[in-house]
């Protein structure tokens, strides 16, 4: 794969804001529906996960210049992926509060839906968030690996597997 280069993206105070807002008004939605989030411990559905899986999601078409709040689905989670690209294919966004881990989907899904995925990294600093880089779905199940050394067992891909958002396919370098 090409050499990772990661895009930090700072989101503003009111980004960030609204990042909370949605994932407040998603969370509302999960209960309401009695939607479990796989990711939370105990409870129907975390605030703070939704919120960050809502940032990284924002981060990600803020980097790659492809939408903007409007585009986040408030009412659930989408099985199709977390950001429509602009050919019309959708990509998985994956964020982990803990920077330096790889990309990861549950192990009951075994794989994601998408054409593509991406991951992000929540940065220590607020509002920071590091694009890590993006792979194809084929990409992620060649390269994937079952890992069941964790809380809950995931499929995971070694970060440094990833292309670099600069070599991402619908864009060119001047335009990230």
Not at 11 to 36: D, G, K, P
Not at 89 to 114: C, I, Y
Not at 137 to 160: A, Q, V, Y
Request: aromatic share 10%; net charge negative.
């Amino acid at each position: 794969m090409d050499r990772l280069h990661v895009n930090y993206v700072e989101l503003t105070r009111h980004e960030a804001q609204r990042c909370r807002e949605l994932a407040t008004q998603q969370r509302e939605w999960s209960l309401a529906h009695n939607v479990r989030n796989y990711k939370a411990d105990d409870s129907a559905s975390n605030l703070a996960i939704v919120e960050v899986g809502i940032a990284g999601e924002y981060t990600v078409m803020k980097a790659l210049g492809v939408g903007g709040f409007y585009a986040i689905n408030t009412e659930g989670t989408n099985p199709e992926g977390d950001v429509l690209l602009p050919d019309g294919q959708w990509m998985e966004v994956k964020t982990t509060q803990r920077p330096g881990l790889n990309m990861f989907v549950a192990s009951q899904h075994d794989t994601f839906a998408a054409a593509y995925g991406a991951l992000v990294w929540a940065m220590p600093e607020p509002r920071r968030y590091a694009v890590v880089g993006w792979c194809t779905k084929d990409e992620f199940d060649r390269r994937k690996w079952l890992e069941t050394n964790m809380p809950k067992p995931m499929w995971l891909m070694s970060w440094r597997h990833l292309h670099s958002c600069q070599h991402w396919p619908l864009f060119r370098d001047s335009e990230l």
